[in-house]
């Protein structure tokens, strides 16, 4: 019977927790009966973590944590092997593999796979148009210089539809359509597959398609790839383990990360992993806050990505920092150079969840763009906020911008914790204005004037919507939001396409001031009863489509009957 106090497990609850312990206790016997053995093989894998039995056991991988310890000590059998070449392995797995890209021209030349209609892409202003978040870094160039790309390409590529999955699944058909497979140029060699949904996927690490084990997709085809193209794989014959939210490095090690750009893992304790190499910071110099770094030695915080992150900038020149640690992570208290105190909140992952700057008026384009833990946001004296501003943050409950009267596109997308809004000073908003929103509940606009393309679209908690002064809205306006039952627009004049498609709860709507409106005028909305427009003028194709409640109100309320 293995000694309950043995030094392994007294080593290993120490580092990693007591229930991490008795889950080795249980799972490794054999491997405790040798002193030292299983500290080896836990301590080169994984960093000390408290979370890690956690990790393991809520994702259902235990079995495969156990068949992965064992396999680093020989005790499970290599890689599957064949004769067959992997352009044939793939042939027969419903593939074609393409050619090794050689140039910066061979990657681009499989970019259209990413564009929106695939083959023949949709083209906006002369440019095709990618699928929002789904765009490999791959082709932002540069690859080559540290990995050997394939790319394999299902046969039925053009028949998989990527409208057809509503809910996206990082190995579904559409997913696995297409791959990018890179090995990195490091000796041993990384591998790892990239999914096609890319940065929309968010439960799994997209770039860890079939958990980067070539024989997922067809036994044998890891070693047929090693043979033919004299790769030297780090982790050749062992077992694969694939925890979500976790990366191996080159070290052999399974680090968590808190995002992943352009190829670069960003993890707690200061841990950066780039090409595979995973660099720690000088914790007395340096913090690492989601993918940027405050320098203390210089007071600079840095964007380490290639992103155009405006986050850094709305800082501003720092005079000096002070650090409060808590038992949930850390508070950095900076005194810029000029204005109030700015304050940052980090959890104990070194992940910003919390910003409070009383001084910025103007914030550019991706501000906090990759966040995705922010909980609390207060900058208010902000006028002006850019494109894409908290574009993944999916955390946030509490936003004051008071002040705030003008946004760009994309603005809070698929935020799925904000309830209750409040913007009093809002006036014009870009496209995509808090588009998914779908836990929003309240939302005062009291001054809006101007909405772009998709404001409010597929919010399905919003019922009620006043907008005592908007004039003129976007296409797609209030797209597809079915529990909406009051809507007040006294002062609409003017409205682009399909404005309110699909709201399946609204009874009663008037528009008094509205004058023209684009095609598909409040298509299926199968509730309505009751609709006056006094003013209308101009309506665009399909208007009305799909309302047979509202005959006798277009007879009764339409005082002119034009077309666009």
């Not at 058909?173 to 990018?180: A, E, F, M, Q, R």
């Not at 155009?308 to 508070?331: A, M, N």
């Not at 910003?355 to 900058?379: A, K, M, Q």
């Not at 008037?510 to 409040?522: H, M, R, T, Y």
Request: net charge negative.
């Amino acid at each position: 019977m293995v000694d309950m106090e043995s030094k392994d497990l007294k080593w290993i609850k120490k580092h990693y927790g007591e229930k991490f312990s008795h889950l080795c206790r249980d799972l490794f016997p054999t491997l405790l009966d040798k002193e030292g053995l299983l500290q080896k093989l836990i301590s080169e894998h994984f960093p000390p973590s408290r979370e890690l039995y956690d990790d393991i056991t809520k994702n259902n991988l235990t079995s495969a944590f156990k068949t992965y310890i064992y396999s680093l000590t020989k005790l499970v059998s290599g890689t599957k092997t064949t004769n067959l070449s992997p352009e044939e392995l793939f042939d027969k797995a419903g593939y074609i593999l393409y050619p090794e890209c050689q140039t910066e021209a061979d990657i681009q030349s499989f970019r259209h796979y990413y564009y929106r209609g695939g083959p023949t892409p949709e083209y906006k202003g002369g440019q095709p148009v990618p699928y929002s978040g789904e765009e490999l870094c791959t082709f932002d160039g540069g690859r080559l210089n540290t990995n050997r790309v394939w790319f394999a390409v299902k046969k039925n590529v053009d028949e998989i539809r990527r409208e057809e999955f509503k809910n996206p699944r990082r190995e579904d058909d559409y997913g696995v359509s297409v791959l990018s497979i890179q090995f990195s140029r490091t000796n041993p060699s990384w591998l790892s597959i990239k999914n096609r949904y890319n940065h929309t996927i968010r439960d799994v690490n997209p770039d860890a398609a079939f958990g980067n084990n070539l024989d997922n997709i067809i036994e044998g085809l890891t070693q047929a790839f090693v043979e033919k193209y004299h790769i030297t794989l780090a982790n050749q014959g062992q077992e694969t383990l694939e925890i979500p939210g976790y990366v191996q490095a080159a070290d052999g090690k399974f680090y968590k990360y808190n995002l992943e750009t352009g190829g670069i893992y960003y993890c707690p304790g200061n841990v950066i992993i780039k090409n595979g190499e995973a660099k720690t910071l000088d914790k007395d110099r340096y913090i690492l806050l989601d993918h940027f770094v405050l320098d203390l030695n210089t007071n600079e915080i840095k964007d380490l990505s290639a992103s155009q992150d405006s986050f850094p900038e709305s800082v501003g020149q720092i005079k000096s920092v002070k650090r409060i640690p808590s038992q949930d992570g850390l508070t950095l208290q900076i005194a810029p150079v000029e204005g109030e105190q700015i304050e940052i909140v980090l959890n104990k992952h070194n992940r910003i969840t919390g910003y409070s700057n009383p001084n910025i008026v103007e914030v550019g384009r991706d501000f906090l763009y990759r966040n995705h833990s922010l909980t609390h946001l207060e900058l208010p004296k902000l006028q002006a906020a850019g494109d894409e501003f908290l574009y993944y943050n999916d955390s946030l409950t509490q936003l004051d911008l008071p002040n705030l009267r003008e946004v760009g596109h994309e603005f809070l997308p698929v935020k799925n914790s904000l309830t209750d809004l409040k913007l009093p000073e809002l006036q014009k908003v870009g496209s995509g204005f808090l588009r998914r929103n779908n836990s929003l509940t309240q939302l005062e606009l009291p001054n809006l004037r101007e909405t772009g393309r998709g404001f409010l679209f597929n919010n399905n908690s919003l019922t009620d919507l006043k907008l005592p002064k908007l004039q003129t809205a976007g296409d797609d306006f209030l797209y597809w939001n079915r529990s909406l039952t009051q809507l007040d627009l006294p002062n609409l004049r003017e409205v682009g396409h399909e404005f309110l498609h699909a709201n399946h709860s609204l009874t009663d709507l008037k528009l008094p001031e509205l004058q023209k409106v684009g095609g598909g005028f409040l298509r299926c909305n199968n509730s309505l009863t009751q609709l006056e427009l006094p003013k209308l003028q101009a309506m665009g194709q399909y208007f009305l489509f799909c309302n047979g409640k509202l005959r006798q109100a277009i007879e009764n309320n339409l005082k002119n009957d034009r077309t666009l």
